[in-house]
Every structure is written in structure tokens, then in C-alpha cells.
């Protein structure tokens, strides 16, 4: 699941490499897989798999 | 800078912050930000829309490097919720400044005050700069005070009402006991608003709707830096008294016989 939508990804894709193909590698955002918060360093690290609840935010217009 | 705002350890020369929500698009949010001469703006944190990720970034529109980022967790209920938000907005890499909002209600969007200090007393230890919005509760504002809050902002009137200072007293009281800055936050309607607010003796007030639902934000957002000027210089020189009689303005000696 990504961002609570079901998302096809492919086998062992990092997070790194899951942002490259979102185009969001250059934003500001922040990452959680499973309610774990993933730390930038470990972008290139992590692989996501079958089954994660992966919740990719950013910054939106709000008082 | 004379009469600088200072907030966590930095000093402002604009006390008006403003929000980001309700434009009509990113071009519009930032002239009215540059409008309303803020250095700190309020933004949500929000799921990135995946199928048109590329597309939306309000950052590119309000330069981080420039402006002062103020995350809140607004559309909070529980605590727990806020806190996640926190921890979020923080990763984004935009400081540790946190509006922290925990609502308690979906009508009138009055905050939940025993979560919002229990939030609170989380975040702070974890390292945040927590500015809570809460209830118009002198009690309420002492408390998040001792936590270790680094402002508080008390309501004017509920969300986007417009209704501005409902209860002044409270604002004056919440004034009289805090050793941190008091920012009004929530309500304001209209230019004399904030006015009123700054002329209490706040130290900065906070509004989105009342620029970003004005028929003409640009000029209202012009509006606002004026009347938060204007009160602040009101404030600093000290009104005269209220009198009930007439004192008059021109000198009685020297009158025609």
C-alpha cells in the first residue's frame, strides 16, 4: 500500500529508488514504512516489501 | 532591528504570520505572502498525491532558505496523530519549529487542551519548538508555558470565523502571566482585528482565512501588515485613558471675549 492506495512495486526497490521513479528524489518530503519513520541515510538501504503500509508525505498549503 | 520578534532563538522584524491554505493556487499564495511581509508561514503536512507527484510544491513556491517554515499538525484528533505528524514534518527537513493543533471537535474546531498538553510534553522533550494553539485559557497557556513550549498561541475566535477577539480579558490575562511570546492564533476577520490584537500587546498574531478568504487577498494581505504595524506602534507608544467627559484639545486661555 502506498499512500493507502494498493501500488504495484517492484521486487526489492529501495526506498531511493521508489522516490527516483515518483520524481520526488529532489523534494522535501518524509518517508514511513509500517509507521516507522525511514531516516534520509536510509533511503539507499531499504527495500520495501510485499505488503508494507508505506506513507510518503510532503508540505501543502495550510494554516 | 528595533523592536525585533524574537522566537526560538531568532529574531523577526514582520509580526504577522501567515497560512498557506485556501489560495487558489501556489502563484497566488506566494504574492500574497510577499504581501503580507510574514518571514514565518504555516504549512500542512499531507500525503503526496502519487499519481501526479511531479506536479504540486508549494516549497518551490515559499524558498525555505527565506522564509521561516512552520509545519502544524492541523486535522489532528489524537494526540498520537499529532505527534506522527510532528515527527513527519520534522524529516521533511524544514527546522523543528511545530504549530501543534490538536482539534477536539469538528464543528467548531476548539482544541483538544488535555491532548494538546500531553502532545506537547511529548514533543518538547523530543526536541521541538512547540508553538500550541489552544483555547483562550490563561491556565491552559501557564501550563503549556511550563512544559517548555516556546510560545503560546491562544484563539481569537474559532477557525476561519472571522469573529476576531472574542474575549479580550482572557488575551490580556494570558498577556500579564506569559514569559513567552503570546501569538494570537485563529479568528481574526478583518484588519482592525489584528489591530486590537497587536495593540493588547501580543506579540504576533497568526491568520490564514482572513487574507486567503478576502475577495481581494493581495490587498488584504497589504492590509494586514499594516494593521499589525499599526497596533504593535500603538501598543509600544501607550494609548491614553477611556474617559466618559470631554477633555478638550485646544487651550482655553487666550478666547475672544
Known sequence: ?63 | MTDPFDLAGKSYHSRLIVGTGKYRDFTETKRAVEASGAQIVTVAVRRVNITDAATENLLAFLDPSHYTILPNTAGCYPAEEAIRTARLAREAGVGTLLKLEVIGDQQTLFPDVTATIEAARTLVKEGFHVLPYVSDDPIACKKLEEIGCVAVMPLAAPIGSGLGIRNPYNIRIILEQSRVPVIVDAGVGTASDAAITMELGCDAVLMNTAIAGAKDPLLMAAAMRLAVDAGRKAFLAGRIPRKLYATASSPIEGLLA
Not at chain 1, 36 to 58: C, K, M, S, T
Open chain 1, 1 to 63: 500500500m502506498l499512500n493507502g492506495e494498493p501500488h504495484q512495486l517492484d521486487e526489492g526497490l529501495t526506498v531511493a529508488a521508489l522516490l527516483t521513479q515518483l520524481g520526488l528524489n529532489q523534494r522535501r518530503i518524509a518517508v514511513e514504512i509500517n509507521r516507522e519513520i525511514i531516516g534520509r541515510d536510509d533511503y539507499a538501504l531499504r527495500a520495501v516489501a510485499n505488503g508494507d503500509q508505506i506513507e510518503i508525505v510532503h508540505f501543502v498549503g495550510g494554516g
